[in-house]
């Protein structure tokens, strides 16, 4: 019986009957936000013999059903599935539409694969290295041996979970180099390959990295759970390189990997003395469930408000009452730097600036999931900021790890300047161009403090404008260090004004 095939390019939302004959070219589970020992769905990347991809996605009702039956890099034929339009703001391929398996959904494996499996989409490290621009949204292929290993290092999150992180030096057949940092189970499936004395080559094929660009220096990172990492398999692609690998240079004795001591510096995050101080981060996380990314305040100010009294609610700050409580924002997030994430408190005025809406228009809009913040906070996810934190003595001497942060940056030509010249920096010393003490108050910047009277205007806007002098960006680092010390006695009163801190 001949049957036909619909291609994913042709997908549309206006049936439910197709026919997919598709590689398995990545699946995994998605762990629940809350709960990471619960599946919330399996997400796939199917490709077809046009060589397009499409996101397929399990839901948790049907999780079970089909949980392990599925296999990467097998060919199936796929029936029936429901078509929504992908509004994720998490990517991992460019993709129009969500497959949406349903009860209806067949999966038969073909044991004859018409078409050859093309999995990998390679990215050199020569390509990465000399990009002009980094995409972190851009997820890509590597191949490549290990030569380096660092010493894994243990982390602990903020919210106490322990994990791992390991900086692997990968080169390519023309003795390329590029950094590779793993986190978690990746250095627990690395470990046993690397150990001392290893004379065979260690080929790793990184499947669905990105390439994160920090201080110049361009390395490999894991995304999520879409990332995978192949180690000596027998993937006809690593077979083929290490033939290459040893008819270029055939197999000695000596050892291949060898040991680099520790390098990384943890940047930003590590190195926050108390006061204000600006740093760089994309925004990762957003540790908020049903009920706790908003407050209950005072109409008049943003003193929060608790119980009412009598059928009023009343400010012990200005003393206004009011027979309803106005909501403001108070979301805790997760900022990554590129070598470490530290959690900071987002309040109103940079929540509204970043989510394009206020608490209240949300609570009234969006319907409440089951114990899940409103989609509409996702906005926020995987921005790239400047973000003016305010580290507290209880920061340094009771290790609280949660940060206030005071104002927020979107710019990215001011982000890029800054993040290159903090992360170069190193302490006490000056800049060659003159720019680190100069002050520059841009044109650029709206800075009406005026209605602000708890932010004296300090040291550090003026820092960031003149950062955008043109004298090379080099040693720039105590100008964002210093200033004065700040008198914010904060929380819910730190909020008070309504100016934006970025570029119009
Ligand atoms: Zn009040």
Redesign the pocket.
């Known amino acids: 019986m001949a049957e036909s095939y619909d291609f994913l390019g042709d997908i549309n939302t206006k049936k439910l009957w197709w026919s997919f004959k598709v590689y398995i070219i990545r699946i995994w589970e998605l762990p629940s936000k809350f709960n990471e020992k619960e599946v919330q769905s399996i997400e796939m990347i199917l490709q077809d013999s046009k060589g397009n991809r499409m996101i397929a996605s399990i839901p948790k009702a049907l999780v079970q059903k089909w949980s392990g039956l599925i296999i990467q890099f097998q060919m199936y034929a796929m029936n029936n599935f429901i078509v929504v339009k992908n509004t994720r703001i998490a990517q991992t391929i460019p993709s129009q539409w969500i497959l949406t398996f349903s009860h209806r959904t067949t999966v038969n494996q073909i044991q004859e694969p018409s078409f050859p499996l093309e999995a990998f989409r390679f990215r050199t490290i020569v390509e990465l290295l000399n990009a002009d621009k980094i995409l972190q949204s851009d997820l890509f292929d590597v191949i490549a041996e290990v030569v380096g290993k660092e010493d894994p290092r243990d982390l602990v999150t903020t919210k106490g979970k322990e994990t791992k992180r390991m900086v692997i030096v990968l080169e390519d057949l023309e003795h390329n180099k590029i950094d590779c940092i793993l986190f978690g189970k990746m250095v627990d499936q690395i470990l046993p390959h690397l150990e001392d004395g290893t004379v065979e080559p260690v080929i790793v094929l990184l499947q669905f990295f990105k390439a994160i660009r920090w201080n110049g220096k361009t390395s490999l990172h894991s995304h999520f759970e879409v990332s995978k990492i192949h180690i000596n398999s027998q993937l006809k692609e690593i077979e083929t390189f290490k033939n290459r690998l040893l008819s270029d240079a055939p197999a000695t004795t000596s050892v291949r990997i060898s040991q680099i001591s520790s390098q990384s510096k943890w940047s930003t995050v590590d190195e926050l003395t108390q006061g204000p101080t600006w740093i760089t981060g994309t925004i990762v996380a957003i540790n908020a469930g049903k009920k706790d990314w908003y407050y209950k305040s ?1 109409r ?2 943003p ?1 929060k408000v608790d119980t009412p009294i009598g059928n009023r609610y009343e ?1 012990d ?2 003393g ?1 009452t009011h027979g309803s409580a106005a909501l403001r924002f108070k979301v805790e997030v997760m900022v990554y730097d590129g070598t470490g994430s530290i959690s900071l408190l987002l309040w109103d005025r940079e929540m509204v600036q970043l989510c394009g809406k206020r608490a209240e228009q949300i609570r009234d809009t969006e319907a409440e999931g089951d114990d899940e913040y409103p989609p509409t906070l996702n906005n926020i996810m995987d921005r790239k900021l400047l973000l003016k934190i305010n580290v507290k003595s209880a920061n340094i001497k009771q290790f609280d790890q949660i940060y206030t942060v005071m104002k927020i940056c979107d710019d990215e030509e001011i982000i890029e300047k800054n993040t290159q010249s903090v992360l170069s920096a190193e302490p006490s010393t000056n800049t060659e161009g003159g720019c680190s003490n100069s002050v520059h108050v841009s044109a650029d910047f709206n800075l009406k403090n005026d209605c602000d009277p708890e932010y004296n205007l300090d040291a550090m806007e003026e820092s960031i404008s003149s950062l955008k002098c043109k004298t090379p960006l080099k040693r720039t680092s105590n100008i964002l260090k210093c200033g004065s010390q700040f008198v914010n006695e904060t929380d819910e009163d730190g909020q008070l004004s309504t100016n934006k801190f970025s570029r119009k």
Do not use: R
């Open positions: 005072c008049n100010c003193k400010c700050k200005c206004h």
